[in-house]
């Protein structure tokens, strides 16, 4: 039966199930109950974006937008510091670090024997001459200490760069801060 049925707050109108589906959406604006309503479209008859912004005869409700929490100052950067330190893996690259470590050797072998081939002389292999391969071969236990000293000594380095930073009462590293560091550690010994 078709028809108006009262509610002691609102007035909805009953529809039978042949007809289309009512999607409400309910908004209160100043006290005052409004009712947006638009008709639910199956998919196969679904219009293009474009088409329906032009074939619209009812309004949206706006959406409320939802605040980023700004948080007070120093806490992302505390946050930000517990992720990493909750992290086991390192930071920098297996592949990358490995690579650095390969090419410094190469260049501290050569620069010290410059008319030598490149031996095999870092892990003891007795199917191969120490000639026969011209490629360094470390073992992996090896290439991850090196590279845990490497991060242990950037992230060390850093700290005093930030150190210097906030002495300076300034917030940006700079490359001053880096050089001043750099020449404490050299005259410390622990660069």
Known sequence: MLGRRTNSNNTTNLRSRNLVRVHRTLSKSFGVDRCNV??????AASLSAKARMENQDWQEAPSPQKERRRLPPG?????????????????????????????????????????????????????????????????????VAIHEAAEAYLVSFFEDVNLATIHRKRATIDKDDINFIKTLRSRAGLL
Do not use: W
């Not at 638009?38 to 998919?43: A, E, F, H, S, Y």
């Not at 650095?100 to 050569?110: A, N, P």
């Open 38 to 43: 638009r008709p639910k479209v199956p998919r």
């Open 75 to 143: 806490v992302a950067a505390l946050l930000e510091i517990k992720k990493y330190q909750s992290r086991f893996k390192l930071m920098i690259p297996t592949a990358r670090i490995k690579r650095l470590i390969f090419q410094i050797l190469r260049e501290e072998y050569r620069s010290r024997r410059p008319n030598e081939r490149i031996p095999v002389v870092f892990e003891s292999n007795q199917n191969s001459e120490p000639n026969a391969n011209h490629r360094y071969l470390l073992q992996k236990n090896a290439l």
